[in-house]
């Protein structure tokens, strides 16, 4: 299994931004996609944003769209998700996944078979 590894959340005001990276181990984690997912008290995991690492397909949750943006940089098996605009709502375990069987257009949760261990993102407002 791809490790992956979380960091850059924080506390942040409301408008605030953040960038979190998603750091992986192996060859093979360009090929594969990687997404964003995120999970408040109380709720289940969601879809935050995905990417094809064998291309430059994204794709976004309506809730972050034009506020959020995905990025990876093959060379360093490094994936990112630039928060801006935050809002209190966007308060949340912020979790990096990569899916082996490439799924694109993105699959559900189900579907990531790699997992980081999570991040803290708290808004204030």
């Known amino acids: 299994q791809v490790q992956l590894i979380e960091s850059g959340g924080g506390l942040v005001q409301a408008g605030g931004s953040l960038r979190l990276s998603c750091a992986a181990s192996?060859?093979?984690?360009?090929?594969?996609?990687v997404a964003w997912f995120r999970q408040a008290p109380g709720k289940e995991r969601e879809f935050v944003a995905a990417?094809?690492?064998?291309?430059?397909?994204?794709d976004y949750a309506d809730s972050v769209k034009g506020r959020f943006t995905i990025s990876r940089d093959n060379a360093k098996n490094t994936a990112y998700l630039q928060m801006n605009s935050l809002k209190p709502e966007d308060t949340a375990v912020y979790y990096c996944a990569a899916d082996s069987q490439r799924h694109f257009p993105p699959g559900g949760v189900l579907a990531y078979d790699n997992w980081g261990q999570g991040t803290q993102v708290t808004v204030s407002s």
């Open positions: 192996g060859r093979t984690f360009s090929s594969y996609t």
């Open positions: 990417i094809s690492w064998s291309g430059q397909s994204t």
